[in-house]
């Protein structure tokens, strides 16, 4: 019997791959104490890793009722999950982020999330590009008046 | 109680001194509480660190403002951007972000603050006058009682969010795991270490929380660029006198909740406002709207909670001398640096010490209500900003709030991971509440499990007679058994054939 339930592009992969990593994680804790005691280091998260491998396992078992979404096969699916999740915008912007975090050391705080306000403003399209330049300025004066000054926190 | 001791219940209203720094502990706290990144803990942590040198009174007035502001705070983030800030406000998202998102922000503000300032009065009545009862029934609580309770609490999440029980338990159990990396605190050992020294120190959870709720928020937000923001209507945020008394049993009821839940040790508000949130789903026949679709009654009943559990915190810190939460963990700490030892010794040699946190505390809750009902607009124009202009200032705020916890940059990448994988796992319909309530309460179940087993030598038998043999463990092991059952998809099923037969009976 089918239910009403219609499975997103690329969910049973998703699961498949829960699945895996939750039996990687059953292996990693079991490798902690083994089965030595009932009160050992390695007990709770065994149990923990059990749950997940269930849970999953429940999961795909409901998948294989659940309705299958329009695609022609596995590597169609697969290619519309990616396109669906990893979007063009997503790919750029979590690599915008990177960047902001590896530069954050070298360049400091203050000039390296200029350029990442400025650069994202810009990129997201919230603002004109001389209007970025000036809400970045002025947000992160904000940031660093509040932050330094105020909650006297250690910024990186 | 003598005369005198009383009288410095009332110092906290007297002393102008005193009365500015809670005014001014408060006002920072709610803007602390608000902003994603910035937790009360830290705010406290960071408070006693210039403190130490005051006078105690002053110290105490400034951290009692900041929590109470600060956990008020955390509902204004929850509703506004759907990021808790505090795991106290997890539970208000719920049905607090559901209620922006249809523009009813103001409103939902101002029931919250009147609400909230409700459970905070309740807790401080509890505090003051049944401290030394409740401060003994939590004495009684044995290793397998704090296991169960923590059970209770993950499992209320695992139903609670998101429409697949399976993925909610599997989150649960996927932040129990997270939980556990590091050294196990019994024996030393490196758990899912991969015998690297840098993640001994294990993953802290606001870390997780930030990356969870901020980041994978600002990037599942990338989607809706388009979209054009809700103008949220914070005109109009006095609730009428009608508003307040419909739904003020119902925050009573849970204020009750919550003052028990924060009185036992090692539980806080967030605990509290989930099981809070729970109960009104399950007692509220005809709620506003369906829940987590923007039901007040969503709104109201997490919010007492965490405020009632304030009051209820304070009672095992300073009877007993044991954390109720992260916050009051910190304030043990800042009463140590102030030269006194909280715990029973406390309320017989300084019981003065107490009346004044008790008045601090009222007069707390009364700023958190005049302070919460203005200035509303200012933070509410940043759900009007433009998304393109939103996520930039959120992922800035996760990265300074990451960063500022252990100094570390490693954690500001640990964070941009949970940051992505929380994206992803939204688009699958998988919930990241369960997640932080995993690593959060993961600890705490293992210790106790573990020190439970430890009480039995390892005797499984004996261990689950000693659930139904003690008559408190027996009360907590039904609960979880009913709680239990009650979850599952065939009891659901037989509960509405159960339903449909009373109403329509076979002729």
Request: hydrophobic share 55%; charged share 10%; with cysteine.
């Amino acid at each position: 019997m089918k239910n009403d339930r219609k499975l997103e592009a690329g969910e049973t992969a998703f699961t498949w791959i829960m699945t895996i990593f939750s039996i990687f994680v059953l292996v990693l804790a079991y490798r902690i104490s083994g089965l030595s005691s009932v009160s050992s280091p390695g007990a709770f998260p065994m149990l923990a890793a059990i749950i997940m491998c269930g849970s999953m396992v429940t999961l795909l078992l409901g998948n294989r009722k659940a309705v299958k979404p329009d695609s022609n096969g596995l590597i169609d699916e697969l290619r519309m999950a990616a396109q669906d999740i990893f979007h063009p915008v997503f790919l750029v912007y979590t690599a915008v982020i990177i960047l902001y975090m590896i530069l954050l050391q070298p360049l400091h705080f203050i000039p390296s999330s200029f350029f990442f306000l400025l650069g994202s403003i810009i990129l997201l399209k919230g603002s004109t590009p001389v209007k970025s330049l000036i809400i970045s300025a002025v947000l992160l004066v904000c940031i660093y008046v509040v932050f330094h000054y105020l909650f006297r926190v250690v910024l990186p | 109680m003598s005369e005198s001791e009383f009288s410095y219940f009332f110092l906290a209203f007297s002393d102008p001194y005193l009365l500015v720094l809670t005014v001014a502990g408060t006002f920072a706290g709610i803007y602390i509480g608000a902003i994603p990144g910035l937790s009360v803990t830290m705010a406290v942590s960071i408070l006693i660190s210039f403190t130490f040198s005051w006078e105690v009174n002053n110290a105490l007035a400034l951290m009692i403002g900041v929590f109470c502001g600060g956990v008020y705070g955390g509902s204004r983030s929850a509703i506004l951007l759907n990021i808790p800030g505090a795991p106290s406000s997890i539970a208000t998202s719920f049905d607090g972000f559901p209620l922006a998102k249809l523009g009813e922000a103001g409103k939902a503000i101002g029931v919250s603050t009147v609400i909230s300032v409700v459970g905070g009065l309740i807790g401080v009545a509890v505090l003051a006058l049944a401290a030394p009862v409740v401060a003994e029934f939590a004495l009684t609580f044995a290793s397998r009682d704090y296991l169960l309770l923590a059970f209770i609490g993950l499992l209320l999440v695992g139903s609670l969010s998101g429409k697949s029980m399976a993925k909610g338990v599997f989150a649960g159990a996927l932040g129990v795991t997270f939980g556990m990396v590091g050294m196990d605190p019994l024996t030393a050992e490196g758990r899912f270490t991969f015998g690297t020294v840098a993640l001994l120190g294990g993953i802290h959870y606001v870390i997780a929380m930030i990356g969870l709720f901020g980041v994978s928020e600002a990037l599942f937000q990338l989607r809706m660029l388009k979209v054009k923001p809700v103008k949220q209507d914070v005109s109009k945020i006095l609730p009428s006198w009608k508003v307040i008394l419909k739904y003020l049993p119902l925050s009573i009821r849970t204020s009750t909740i919550g003052v028990i839940i924060g009185a036992l040790p090692g539980t806080g508000g967030d605990i509290a406002a989930l099981m809070a949130y729970d109960h009104a789903k399950r007692t509220v026949k005809n709620p506003s709207r369906p829940f987590g679709e923007g039901a007040y009654e969503g709104l109201i009943a997490p919010e007492s909670a965490n405020n009632a559990a304030i009051g209820g915190s304070f009672i095992p810190m300073l009877t007993l001398g044991i954390p109720g939460d992260a916050v009051t963990a910190v304030m043990i700490g800042a009463l140590y640096i102030h030269g006194l030892k909280p715990g029973p010794m406390l309320m017989v040699e300084t019981p003065h010490l107490f009346w004044l946190i008790v008045g601090l505390l009222l007069l707390a809750n009364v700023f958190t209500l005049i302070l919460g009902l203005t200035g509303i607009r200012i933070f509410a124009k940043f759900m009007e900003l433009k998304k393109g202009i939103l996520i930039p200032i959120i992922i800035v705020l996760s990265v300074i709030g990451t960063y500022t916890i252990q100094n570390s940059i490693t954690d500001v990448y640990w964070m941009l991971g949970f940051g992505i994988f929380g994206y992803i796992f939204k688009m699958y319909g998988f919930q990241v509440a369960p997640i932080i309530l995993g690593i959060i309460l993961g600890p705490l179940m293992d210790m106790s499990y573990r020190r439970a087993m430890m009480s039995v030598q390892n005797d499984i038998p004996a261990f689950f007679l000693s659930l139904v043999t003690n008559p408190l463990t027996l009360v907590l092991t039904l609960a979880t058994i009913l709680m239990l059952v009650s979850q599952i998809p065939i009891w659901a099923k037989a509960k509405k054939t159960l339903f449909r037969t009373a109403e329509n009976p076979p002729k």
